[in-house]
């Protein structure tokens, strides 16, 4: 059965402070790894797919990678719009996304 | 513009009462898809499919019933079976091949009351 862990389940930064959230999975076979913004109340927003080890992805102040066994949402200079829930799911031998819990993301200016 | 849109955005049901969440997407996709979301759980799949007239249970189908008559709509039906229905409701759809990202729509959250 697929897994997906995200931590940390709640990060506050101070706008301007770079950080990195993770995704740690554990799956038979990756077909795909895949990075969501949520805002309270909507539904979520696609950021990314990561396919392989070593690949990156890039959007504004985001930034992907991608392991064997993880991935890093890294967040360059973060600005208060950015605070929003970070959710991560893969995808393997079946049809289905499985989804980790989320971080919670605070932007403080 | 394309999308997936649910409706209504916001439901209430009084208890041992079937409602049915509406979800259309007009992205061509093959595959849709019906989550759940808790606080502190994450997304739960409900159900899928990858066909017209065909879809699979997901992990939480108890007290949940689909059906996909058309490419363009997955209706969901949550029964008086289902023990504790009141969550946000997600639907998704992709274009169907493995490992190719899913677009969701707003979500409509249910209130039991």
């Known amino acids: 059965e697929d897994q997906v862990t995200q931590s940390p389940e709640a990060l506050r930064l101070q706008e301007g402070e770079s950080s990195s959230l993770n995704c740690s999975y554990t799956?038979?076979?990756?077909?795909?790894l895949f990075w969501y913004r949520q805002d309270p109340g909507k539904g979520p927003e696609f950021l990314f797919t990561l396919y392989s080890a070593g690949e990156e992805k890039e959007k504004e102040r985001l930034k992907a990678t991608l392991t064997k066994k993880e991935s890093f949402l890294h967040i360059t200079a973060p600005k208060p719009e950015d605070s929003a829930t970070y959710l991560c799911?893969?995808?393997?031998?079946?049809?289905?996304?499985?989804f980790g819990k989320g971080t919670l993301l605070t932007v403080n200016p | 513009d394309g999308g997936i849109t649910q409706s209504p955005k916001y439901l209430f049901r009084k208890e041992g009462q079937n409602v049915t969440l509406s979800c259309e997407q007009n992205l061509n996709h093959d595959a849709m898809y019906w989550y759940r979301q808790d606080p502190g759980q994450g997304l739960r799949l409900i159900y899928y499919?990858?066909?017209?007239?065909?879809?699979q249970k997901g992990d939480i189908a108890e007290g949940y019933s689909v059906s996909r008559e058309k490419k363009e709509s997955f209706p969901l039906t949550v029964t008086s079976a289902q023990k504790n229905p009141t969550a946000f409701y997600l639907c998704?759809?992709?274009?169907?091949?493995?490992?190719?990202?899913?677009?969701f729509g707003q979500g409509t959250r249910l209130t039991v009351v």
């Open positions: 799956v038979s076979g990756l077909r795909g």
């Open positions: 998704a759809s992709s274009i169907g091949d493995r490992g190719t990202e899913a677009f």
């Open positions: 499919s990858q066909i017209v007239n065909d879809f």
């Open positions: 799911a893969v995808n393997s031998r079946d049809y289905k996304l499985t």
